[in-house]
T-cell receptor, first 115, second 114 residues
Framework: DTEVTQTPKHLVMGMTNKKSLKCEQH?????MYWYKQKAKKPPELMFV???????INESVPSRFSPECPNSSLLNLHLHALQPEDSALYLC??????????????FGEGSRLTVL | AQKVTQAQTEISVVEKEDVTLDCVYE???????LFWYKQPPSGELVFLIR??????QNEISGRYSWNFQKSTSSFNFTITASQVVDSAVYFC???????????FGDGTTLTVKP
């Protein structure tokens, strides 16, 4: 069983909806990540939180809004998405010390469909 | 800038064959980390191995082995006596020290037929 839990596993939303993806880890990791993955493509980094502070934003559109309420939780708030935003959204965590990226532990992902 | 190239897009083998997945990387840093991940059809990426740039020792774990060669900037992955359960997409990734993030190759889809 994965130690990174993502909910929901599947989400269908309209372009005017507001929804959130949630991620939780209990490994004591201090870095958490959001990745977006399209079919047959590698994961694309969106955001990195290190010690609960946003450390990397890969120029992601503002319709995606991350939030890290505490060291175990990571949310991704979605608003006014476009159909091309449909993808698998993966959460990951790592021990990450001083910018040293250790191995990533991924959740099973949330498959998002925007109608 | 860091870059990872997995030239093999798809590989198909018959069960019990050995198969090698290639990974070539580019980096200007002297300290960096290399990874392999497996993504089965279920979608979750699973960490397989990490190697740091100062450790060129090859590693074997069961049917899996990894060959790290700095001289050719390669970090290849061999599966011995492949099994149907090995069917997945395999990603090689690189992280430069201090970058705070990993760069993934495009992945190699491995299909093992019974």
């Amino acid at each position: 069983d994965t130690e990174v839990t993502q909910t929901p596993k599947h989400l269908v939303m309209g372009m005017t909806n507001k929804k959130s993806l949630k991620c939780e880890q209990h490994m004591g990791h201090r870095a958490m990540y959001w990745y977006k993955q399209k079919a047959k493509k590698p994961p694309e980094l969106m955001f990195v939180y290190s010690y609960e502070k946003l450390s990397i934003n890969e120029s992601v559109p503002s319709r995606f809004s991350p939030e890290c309420p505490n060291s175990s939780l990571l949310n991704l708030h979605l608003h006014a998405l476009q159909p091309e935003d449909s993808a698998l959204y993966l959460c990951a965590s790592s021990r990450a010390l001083a910018g040293n990226t250790g191995e990533l532990f991924f959740g099973e992902g949330s498959r998002l469909t925007v109608l | 800038a860091q870059k990872v190239t997995q030239a093999q897009t798809e590989i198909s083998v018959v069960e019990k064959e050995d198969v090698t997945l290639d990974c070539v990387y580019e980096t200007r840093d002297t300290t960096y980390y290399l990874f392999w991940y497996k993504q089965p059809p279920s979608g979750e990426l699973v960490f397989l191995i990490r190697r740091n740039s100062f450790d060129e020792q090859n590693e074997i774990s069961g049917r899996y082995s990894w060959n790290f060669q700095k001289s050719t900037s390669s970090f290849n992955f061999t599966i011995t006596a492949s099994q149907v359960v090995d069917s997945a997409v395999y990603f090689c990734a690189l992280s430069e020290y201090g970058a705070g993030k990993s760069t993934f190759g495009d992945g190699t889809t491995l299909t093992v037929k019974p």
